[in-house]
């Protein structure tokens, strides 16, 4: 058997080459940076471990390519011009797991669909594990989950691209706007990434996207719609959420996530838990006893009549306007991080009404400042995150919301936006906050 390249590792990577050990692969396991505990735990199985390396390794059958590897990374590339293989993490899982899939992608809403489609399924006693791009890899529930279990897995567009036999019962894309231009290139490429959900599909599977856009696989498009006198997948009307073939489940008030963007997460969850076979009524009882996610406009604190609000996974401008949708009163906005190559304007221009005052921290704090400059919203430029908090802290009024939404990744001073919302937390506390 040829060796197996594992590119990457953070979770995922770790799991697909703890995995592919088990399966007898001779591993070799590299990163660019110096992959803490990566050594002590894929050692002792076997793994050659090589970080930090970009270096290629020469007869490789099998590349098993991390979300944050780019294709064009020099092992990978290599490889491919070898004749290797190159798969996601999530393809691998899919070759070795019988469970049943609900997949989720989209720019923006996937943690909260995936969190909330697990939690109806769960709350209505059919065992499901939500997993995938969240946070939990697909690799490290093989040989672990029982095979009955229904696995929601949150998709990236970078999970998608390499992808081949990964198949869905029920799929949605929730939304396309730009995200990760600079590594996809283009609109079109990273579009094109998206639909690769479908491709697998069969025709009695649901595929749920928005229109004009069509499935990729033989599943028919399905749609969530504002309003529709009959629901295609899932629809509000007259106040309340409607899914197809069974008709109204909740009325929006009895449904506790707060802003517009909510009411297409919950239309996707819902249709996605009908077609897993849940009735009417336990779809409203799971949608009643959800919780927000963590680092989702969680709320964190409050001091004074001054709300702290987490949304550090809020990493690209749309995700933004969200939450200025969800909270359209007194924000205090803190924004900034590492920027992906979408424009801050239409961000700033909306930013103009609710923002009372922008805290702009990190590699992107410039950028953003020309930006809000030119829509004339009151900001200022700050160093890091908790200088950002201590501001706000200070210059909020009772009734403002002091939101962490930043609009960019993490990955300038931070390991990821988890890492970033509990540094906020932790800052709101510190000013206060309880």
Known sequence: MPAALVVGLGRSGRAAAALLRRRGWDVVALDSGAAPGAREELEPLGVDVRAPSA???????????????????????????????????????????????????????????????????????????????????????????????????????FQLEDIERFHARA???????????????????????????FETQEPGDLAILPAPLRATGAAPARRLAAHAGVPDAAAWEEGGLHVARIGHIIDWDEVPLRGRHNRENVMAAAALAAHAGLTGPE????????????????????????????????TNPDAVLAALDAYPERVRLIAGGRAKGTPFGPLATAAAGPVVHA????????????????????????????????????????????????????????????????????????????
């Open 359 to 434: 805290y702009l921290m990190g590699e992107a704090g410039p950028e953003l400042a020309e930006a809000f400059a030119a829509a004339r919203v009151p900001h200022a430029v700050v160093p890091t995150l908790a200088d950002a908090v201590r501001a706000a802290a200070d210059d909020a009024r009772p009734g403002e919301v002091v939101l962490l939404s930043p609009a960019c990744t993490s990955f300038d001073q931070f390991g990821g936006y988890e890492e970033r919302g509990d540094a906020f937390r932790a800052a709101a506390r510190e000013a206060g906050a309880a």
């Open 171 to 197: 799929a949605v894309l929730l939304n396309i706007t730009p995200d990760h231009i600079d590594r996809h290139g283009t609109m079109d490429a990273y579009r094109a990434a998206k639909l690769r959900i």
């Open 55 to 157: 270096e290629p390794v020469a007869g490789v059958g099998l590349v098993v390519k991390s979300p944050g590897v780019p294709g064009e990374f020099a092992p990978v590339a290599a490889a491919r011009a070898a004749g290797a293989a190159v798969w996601s993490e999530i393809e691998l899982a899919a070759r070795e797991l019988p469970n049943p899939v609900i997949a989720i992608t989209g720019t923006n809403g996937k943690t909260t669909t995936t969190e909330l489609t697990g939690h109806l399924l769960n709350a209505a006693g059919r065992p499901a594990v939500a997993c995938g791009n969240q946070g939990t890899p697909l690799t490290g529930l093989v040989d672990v989950v029982d095979p009955g279990t229904w696995l929601v897995v949150e998709c990236s567009s």
């Open 283 to 314: 779809i409203a009882a799971g949608l009643r006893s959800f919780r927000a996610v963590p680092h989702r406009l969680e709320p964190v604190g409050e001091r004074g009549g001054v709300l702290f609000v987490n949304d550090s996974k809020a």
